[in-house]
């Protein structure tokens, strides 16, 4: 079984350095004063600005506009045209809305985000405080610790080796632990974090009923944030449901389409040699072999059509890659590359996946037997 890798106290006064350098900036600014060039910029003071395609999305959200209708326009008029329409529709809501707060990160001096209220952000310096806070009093240690300047992130990862758990599976052995995060558009989240001790891949559960959001430090907000994490500890910090979970991703097939984007997001970090941890090529060669070919099928079937590796399977694939690939690959991943692999194999852990409600086939077969069909026998 695998030893917790934890980091130094060297290591950890960097990134806290780098953290309170990747701070981000809030600058409250007249609606009428915003010009929208398009999706990637906008325009204030005469300076024109970079903004990320979040940064996009919170913009049309507090226009009112969804994303499929500003496509649809576009593909109907020129960019230009529905900039304008755009700028139009945020002009006619200054008289409700006078005023909207642009987010930068200062790193990519891009605006990440736009928000409709001017309440101030949780500052990284106050984060890494109560992170502090949290981690002397439940004796964690630091697994990971991400920084994202390009977005004005942090995500931090404690267990505590003394808070083992097993599943009631040989060899199946956990850490657990916290993920903890501040970015300036949530605030502060908290998530359940396990470590699987077999192989020490990490593994951030972002959509488990612990995740906590704290959107400010009043006394009221502290008050209840703490008494969660009063819950939490009684519990051994063990995400709840956790162990049927796991069961359960160990006997469902994950789809040709959750393979595919498993694949996808490991194959952004390691390239081709992505397969050695998710063998997408070799179940879509299965398939082709089958005179079926998956570029003809469209994302229903794709979530039907069933792969030859277990839901957990594909998640040790994402994790392995998360927590290994920067210490033993020649890969160039850094922490917060790896924080962003963790939460993304927890969120595939967590959802509904494609073949999960699926009823087992009695029949043994998928073929119909034309003897057995009542209906069709009928004169």
């Not at 605006?111 to 109560?130: A, C, D, P, Q, W």
């Not at 979530?303 to 590796?309: D, E, I, L, P």
């Not at 962003?340 to 967590?350: D, I, K, T």
Request: with cysteine; charged share 20%.
């Amino acid at each position: 079984m695998a030893v917790l890798t934890t980091l130094s106290q060297t290591e950890i006064n960097a990134r806290k350095a780098e953290t309170l350098n990747s701070q981000s900036v809030r600058k409250t600014v007249p609606v009428r004063e915003v010009t929208i060039i398009n999706d990637t910029t906008i325009e204030y003071q005469g300076k024109r600005l970079e903004i990320t395609k979040e940064a996009f999305k919170d913009l049309m959200r507090i226009i009112g506009m969804s994303q499929q209708f500003a496509k649809k326009f576009e593909t109907l008029f020129s960019p230009e045209t529905k900039a304008q329409f755009i700028n139009q529709m945020k002009n006619a809501m200054s008289a409700n809305l006078n005023e909207i707060t642009l987010i930068l990160a200062p790193l990519s001096k891009k605006i990440v985000g736009f928000s409709k209220t001017t309440n101030s952000m949780i500052s990284h310096e106050r984060f890494i405080n109560l992170t502090d806070q949290i981690i002397d009093q439940n004796g964690f240690e630091i697994t990971n610790w991400g920084v994202n300047g390009n977005k004005g992130e942090v995500i931090i990862n404690v267990a505590n080796p003394a808070a083992q758990f097993g599943i009631g599976i040989a060899d199946e052995i956990f850490t657990a632990g916290l993920t903890l995060k501040n970015s300036p558009i949530n605030g502060i989240q908290v998530m359940p974090y396990v470590n699987r001790m077999w192989c020490s891949n990490g593994l951030t559960t972002p959509l488990a009923a612990e995740t906590y959001a704290l959107a400010d430090l009043s006394k009221d907000s502290m008050e209840k944030f703490f008494q969660h994490m009063n819950e939490l500890r009684r519990n051994g910090f063990r995400p709840a449901g956790f162990e049927e979970t796991v069961k359960k991703a160990m006997v469902t097939p994950a789809s040709m389409f959750e393979l595919q984007k498993a694949h996808s997001h490991i194959k952004h970090y390691v390239g081709d040699a992505a397969d050695n941890w998710i063998p997408y090529n070799e179940n879509r060669n299965a398939y082709v072999t089958a005179n079926i070919e998956l570029g003809n099928l469209s994302t229903p079937e794709l979530k039907n059509a069933r792969s030859n590796q277990s839901v957990w399977s594909v998640m040790n694939g994402i994790t392995h890659v998360a927590t290994h690939a920067p210490e033993m690959l020649a890969f160039n991943m850094t922490d917060k590359d790896s924080t962003h692999l963790m939460v993304q194999a927890g969120n595939f852990l967590g959802s509904n996946w494609d073949l999960g409600n699926q009823v087992p086939n009695p029949w043994r077969t998928n073929e119909l037997d034309p003897q057995a069909q009542v209906g069709s026998l009928l004169n």
